[in-house]
């Protein structure tokens, strides 16, 4: 999760959240929280409709960040709560937690229905050309004659 989000969720400003973290660095190692290069960052950039902050709750006076965000992984978001010592810190906490186990459920089913959504596609493209076949025979049975083939009959 990106530091901004985070800090709308424990309601605290970004630059507060990410002093906290600095001041703690044992709790942060590298997977826990990292910052985004600048090509992942002008990438995440392209996404957002406006430069500015302010949807977040983040007053900028001059539109945007001059710096790339912070991303915490799952331990990363939930040691915050250690750090921040809140209500509302212990609160977001669990709700975070509970995401993520529902996440790490949710995958598995998501797999299995990606493969036989797979599968029904590959089964759809084979009766397509077979479909095709089909109309393009009907359609030369309906071809109107020119008058080029001879009669049969009296």
Known sequence: MLDSDLAVLYGVETK??????????????????????????????????????RS????????GRRYAPYAFTEHGALMLSSVLKSERAEEISRMIIRAFVWLRQAVPAYKELAAK??????????????????????????????????????
């Open 16 to 53: 507060h959240l990410i002093r906290a973290a600095k001041r703690n660095p044992g709790r942060f190692s590298d997977d826990f929280m990292f910052q985004l290069s600048e090509e992942e960052w002008n990438n995440l950039r392209c996404h957002f409709v406006t430069s500015s902050l």
């Open 56 to 63: 977040q709750n983040v007053t900028l006076k001059h539109g």
């Open 117 to 154: 959504v797979a599968e029904l596609e590959s089964a759809v493209g084979k009766h397509d050309e077979a479909i095709k076949t089909i109309v393009h025979a009907l359609r030369q049975m309906i071809v109107p004659s020119d008058g080029t083939q001879r009669k049969i009959g009296f």
